[in-house]
């Protein structure tokens, strides 16, 4: 199946520790990202990457860090995990600058 | 000013009306709008692109982009329970690089 796929699909770990979500897409898209969706369902864009390349970084604080090992990966690892970094975690893949996004079927995490 | 608004709601139509689902954005340069539908505890799934200014039709949907008045529209026809959902809208931003999202609109659809 061409998907974006994310995993794991629940994560639930203390305030402290470190955790690392991933994503593949095998839809041969050039450019991923990552999304926050919060508790009142509003998705604020975190990270873009092209082609392996860092393109949008936006006021994420910096216990948040995306790498991209090549174009169909973008993982996201998050260090000293806070209560309000609990959420849903979108990636997503576009294959140019007009097209819309495809979702990945996102990651709650939970953070105790 | 928030960079797109749409009315949280919830707006609750009967089944077999028209549901309207309004929104506006602040970025001029914008030129490809999209909607998205999702169920609780599911991803966005579009249903709808429009980069033209005038309505498109697809179904039982239908999308209006008036750009001068930086308003787009989304209109569900016979309007299903299954249509029961939050409905985002989404706007690239001028350069084509960030697709910004609304809060979305929570729509029940009575039956």
């Known amino acids: 199946d061409t998907a974006v796929s994310q995993t794991p699909k629940y994560l639930v770990t203390q305030m402290g520790n470190d955790k690392s979500i991933k994503c593949e897409q095998n839809l041969g898209h050039d450019t991923m990202y990552w999304y926050k969706q919060d508790s009142k369902k509003f998705l604020k864009i975190m990270f873009s990457y092209n082609n392996k390349e860092l393109i949008i970084n936006e006021t994420v604080p910096n216990r948040f860090s995306p790498k991209s090992p090549d174009k169909a990966h973008l993982n996201l690892h998050i260090n000293s995990l806070e209560l309000g970094d609990s959420a849903v975690y979108f990636c997503?893949?576009?294959?140019?600058?007009?097209?819309?996004?495809?979702f990945g079927n996102g990651t709650r995490l939970t953070v105790t | 000013q928030k960079e797109v608004e749409q009315n949280s709601g919830p707006l609750s139509v009967p089944e077999g009306a028209i549901a309207s689902l309004n929104c506006t954005y602040s970025d001029r340069g914008s030129q490809s709008f999209f909607w998205y539908r999702q169920y609780s505890g599911k991803s966005p799934e579009l249903i709808m692109s429009i980069y033209s200014n005038g309505d498109k039709e697809d179904g039982r949907f239908t999308a209006q982009l008036n750009k001068a008045s930086q308003y787009v529209s989304l209109l569900i026809r016979d309007s299903q329970p299954s249509d029961s959902a939050t409905y985002l809208c989404a706007v690239l931003n001028t350069g084509g690089f960030k697709t910004i999202f609304g809060a979305g609109t929570r729509l029940f659809v009575k039956a």
């Open positions: 997503a893949s576009r294959p140019d600058n007009n097209s819309p996004l495809h």
